[in-house]
């Protein structure tokens, strides 16, 4: 909220939002005909489910209010454009050269992710594993990927457990903001000299940052996100942008961003930018993120 804020202060357009109380595609699927009652120019959407949106969002497109998702995203024959914070290579490639540099360019480092299942986890990974090919990589052994579904507990005991099996691990990648502190309190309570990086919150973070445990971790911010994804929305409301991919719009401080086509048929734009949480910056992110 606070980026479209932001954005509004900067563009002068009127900003409204709402969201469901229990986070269901209904609760949505309401507040976006209500929108449309109310003949709104354009519709950001966070979506809670991306195939049951499509048929209200055509609803809106049909009277002429242009629809963009963000962060999460309706199927693509129901959207106009989707606003991602980073490509799923440049999330991986960011997380390898990360725990690479480490470790100190070579050992055996392994990657806890969330749910086995979750699309975007297997899809960073599936990145991960090509950036690992790279001949400047070839010291470097991934020995095993293992999933703690997003819990503490399991996360914990999943990290264990590679402590165990693997005595030579040197580090641990872990895309999943729940897993990061866990793997982190494991490795410090072993008492092992075992590197982590990955996508978490600075504040969970901190305190394994300035132990050493971590040299650093990332993660895109929410409010720039929003921020981009307002400027997108006037972009279309003046007819700057249709929505196509080569197409570039002005984002403000965040500079001019490019729109290109989506694995899923559909456009998307990506911010590309993931921010640096090590000993110098943690600080000044803790009570952001």
């Known amino acids: 909220v606070t980026g479209f804020e932001k954005a509004a202060e900067e563009l002068g357009f009127e900003f409204m939002h709402d969201g469901p109380d229990d ?23 966070s979506a809670n489910d991306p195939a049951s949106l499509v048929d209200v ?4 497109r049909e009277q002429g209010i242009k629809v963009i998702t963000w962060d999460a995203k309706v199927d693509p024959e129901g959207r106009d454009l989707d606003v991602e914070p980073a490509s799923a290579k440049v999330i991986a490639e960011t997380q390898v050269e990360s725990i690479v540099k480490s470790i100190g360019g070579e050992g055996e480092i392994a990657i806890l992710s969330a749910m086995a299942t979750a699309p975007n986890q297997n899809l960073w990974i599936d990145f991960m594993k090509e950036a ?8 470097i ?5 293992v999933s703690g579904d997003d819990e503490y507990t399991k996360s914990f005991n999943e990290t264990q457990a590679l402590l165990d099996k693997y005595p030579n691990l040197k580090g ?16 410090q309570d072993a008492g092992r000299k075992v590197k982590v990086t990955g996508l978490t919150l600075a504040s969970d973070m901190k305190e394994f940052i300035d132990a050493g445990i971590a040299d650093e971790t990332f993660l895109w911010n929410p409010t720039e ?4 994804t307002s ?10 942008i249709t929505g196509a991919a080569g197409e570039t719009f002005d984002a403000g401080k965040l500079g001019k961003l490019s729109i290109e086509k989506a694995d899923d048929g559909g456009t998307i734009c990506f911010l590309n930018k993931l921010n640096l949480f090590n000993k110098e910056t943690v600080d000044a992110w803790v009570n952001i993120l």
């Open 141 to 145: 052994t991934l020995v095993g990927v």
């Open 231 to 240: 400027y997108a929305a006037v972009a279309f409301k003046l007819g700057k």
């Open 225 to 228: 996100l929003g921020y981009a």
């Open 132 to 139: 690992l090919k790279d001949p400047k990589y070839a010291k």
């Open 172 to 187: 641990v990648i872990v895309p999943t903001t729940v897993g990061g502190p866990a793997v982190c309190k494991c490795i």
């Open 23 to 45: 986070g269901s595609p209904d609760g949505q699927i309401r507040i976006i005909e209500n929108y449309i009652a109310q003949g709104v120019d354009v519709l950001c959407i």
């Open 57 to 60: 969002c055509n609803e809106a």
